[in-house]
């Protein structure tokens, strides 16, 4: 037998599929054809089996038998039986070809010498039909009409032999044999025809029945992702379905199963009844709630919006209601509003910063030479440094949004002298030391004196200054060293995404853990979770990290401090590996370039 090729021989006669039919969706596709093969196989063991047992039946009556009809009974059944257990799974290909012959031929030959062999009055003409529906089921219409027309040119050859040798009129037997052949030839096209009809609409239901998986399968992973919350609940108020961000909106763990009720949580009960009044009501509804799991957890704003669907039953004719609820995050809505507000001023307030820096200078001047009239009147004083720090902090915000208007206008990669690392980061983190109003302890652990970035140093000074200060406001309100800490390094590091040829410099600090709707906007402008913040430093970080070919992130690391290995907050730059070790070049050299 031929074994059957990887690629399906039936999708020679079908239509065609989507190339994302696999292997396993083409043997699907053949499972009903191998079936029939398998009848097939076993009719002609039971065949087999009648013609032996007819055989013996004719033996007993006549007292007559034939050897060789005997041999023809006998060599079929053990051909048949070999077939049924060898080839039972091993379905031949549908085109004319020599991988027929152990069937078509087998059957055909046995029944011709059965009909010239044997002595009594029995015809096995009739049993022809069984190797032409073969044919015409399981092959090809080429090989359905080529087995109808060998076994026309038999029974014609037959006939003729036969009238020849007895010398009789043999016009009557061929007319019998030309209407026998005639209905093989109709047997033969319409049993082709039903068979490539069932192959095209088993075809057309396997591929749209794999396009609803991959749809379904698409829906899944879309649900899955979603950052808003989804829920499907029935009318029992039990969730059938619940997608992860649901899950965490709702406090529950990821690993929590996603079908359950919501009545097992009296801190779901406004969500209950919203559910319950759509369906009331069987019309969408939007509402806000606000649940709260735990007292420490306090309360989740919610904003919902539900849609009621109906789901016919598959053992009832009664339909289902289904509520499907879209729960979004307040916080996330308000930051995202908040966010878009002011991004879509971006433009005009480096316009305005750049015009207040002149006046703010002229009120800086006048504070100062009105401080110095001033002096000796301590509530004088005061108030003039209240004005001086306020023109300080309104100045900063102005330099900011300067900040940014310059990096976007500047080169995607200017042409800087390397950077010793971790010279320039002590030297930035004294600086910031000293100009600090309350002098914040930090620890340092340089681990990267040999290397080099490309970098430019005043840039290079802003993000560690920008990552500085915002370690320092969020920071535990312990004032020990070890709760700021800058560490650097070269190569593959814990927790660190870098390659074995990168630097890579840390911020850390032991503050709270960030909320997760603070972490989706960490690095986009104007976004702070305080109200006396511009939002602009992590993005200015994050500009200049780009413009020279480095990346920064965040990540909640743990570090070693005298208590034991403590939880904080880490922003880590990690630089191009364009550059090589310090050491090979010397001071002069970078004073000189």
């Known amino acids: 037998m031929e074994q059957p090729s990887s690629q399906s021989p039936w999708a020679q006669t079908m239509i065609p599929l989507d190339v994302s039919i696999t292997r396993q969706a083409d043997a699907s596709l053949n499972a009903p054809f191998i079936r029939i093969w398998q009848a097939f196989l076993s009719g002609r063991v039971l065949l087999a089996t009648a013609l032996v047992l007819l055989q013996a039946l004719s033996t007993q009556l006549q007292a007559t038998a034939s050897p060789l009809v005997w041999l023809v009974c006998l060599g079929y059944l053990a051909l048949t039986v070999v077939m049924r257990w060898a080839a039972a799974r091993n379905l031949p290909a549908p085109t004319a070809g020599l991988q027929w012959l152990p069937v078509i031929g087998v059957d055909i030959a046995a029944v011709f010498l059965l009909q010239i062999l044997q002595s009594s009055n029995l015809n096995y003409m009739a049993l022809l039909a069984i190797p032409i529906l073969i044919a015409s089921a399981l092959g090809s219409m080429l090989l359905a009409m080529g087995t109808a027309a060998s076994v026309t040119l038999l029974l014609l050859a037959m006939v003729s032999w036969l009238h020849a040798s007895q010398g009789s009129d043999a016009t009557q037997a061929y007319y019998q044999t030309a209407f026998t052949c005639a209905g093989y030839f109709g047997m033969a ?39 808003d919350g989804v829920l499907v609940v029935d009318q029992s108020l039990r969730v059938q379905q619940a997608n992860p961000a649901a899950l965490r909106l709702l406090s529950l763990l990821p690993s929590h199963p996603p079908s359950f009720s919501l009545q097992t949580q009296t801190a779901w009960e406004p969500l209950m009844d919203a559910v319950q009044l759509s369906f009331a009501q069987n019309s969408p509804l939007t509402a806000t709630v606000h649940l709260q799991a735990t007292p420490q957890q306090g309360r989740t704003g919610l904003h919902l919006r539900t849609r009621i669907t109906e789901v016919m039953a598959s053992d009832a004719e009664s339909a289902d209601s289904l509520c499907v609820v879209f729960l979004h995050d307040l916080r996330e809505m308000e930051a995202q509003l908040r966010t878009e507000k002011l991004a879509s001023m971006g433009r005009m307030s480096a316009a305005v910063a750049h015009e207040i820096r002149n006046p703010l200078a002229a009120i800086v001047q006048a504070n100062a030479l009105l401080a110095e009239d001033l002096a000796g009147q301590p509530g004088a004083q005061q108030l003039c ?21 310059r990096v976007q206008q500047e080169d995607a990669l200017a042409q800087t002298p390397p950077l010793a690392l971790d010279r320039h980061a002590a030297q930035t983190c004294r600086e910031w030391q000293s100009q600090a109003s309350q002098q914040p302890l930090l620890q340092l652990h340089l681990a990267a004196p040999a290397q080099v970035v490309n970098f430019d140093e005043e840039h290079l000074r802003r993000v560690l200054v920008n990552l500085l200060d915002n370690a320092q406001r969020h920071r535990s309100h312990a004032q020990q060293a070890h709760s700021l800490q800058i560490v650097s390094g070269h190569g593959v ?7 074995a040829e990168q630097s890579w410099l840390q911020v850390w600090s032991d503050g709270a853990p960030l909320e997760s709707s603070v972490l989706r906007h960490l690095f986009e402008p104007f976004f702070s979770s305080q109200s006396r913040s511009s939002g602009l430093g992590l993005y200015i970080c994050r500009e200049l990290c780009q413009r020279y070919g480095a990346t920064i992130s965040y990540q909640r690391l743990p570090r070693p401090t005298p208590q034991g290995m403590q939880e904080g907050n880490a922003f880590t730059v990690v630089f191009s590996s364009s550059v090589g070790p310090a050491n090979a070049q010397s001071l002069f050299d970078l004073i000189v370039v």
């Open 385 to 405: 440094n209240i004005v001086n720090q306020n023109a300080e902090r309104l100045n900063r915000i102005a330099e900011e949004i300067l900040n940014i208007a």
């Open 493 to 499: 590091s814990a927790f660190i995404p870098a390659t």
């Open 189 to 227: 096209y319409l049993t082709q025809d039903l068979s490539r009809r069932v192959r095209r609409e088993r075809a057309a239901a396997l591929h749209s029945r794999l396009r609803t998986q991959t749809q379904e399968q698409v829906n899944a992973l879309v649900i899955s992702n979603l950052s």
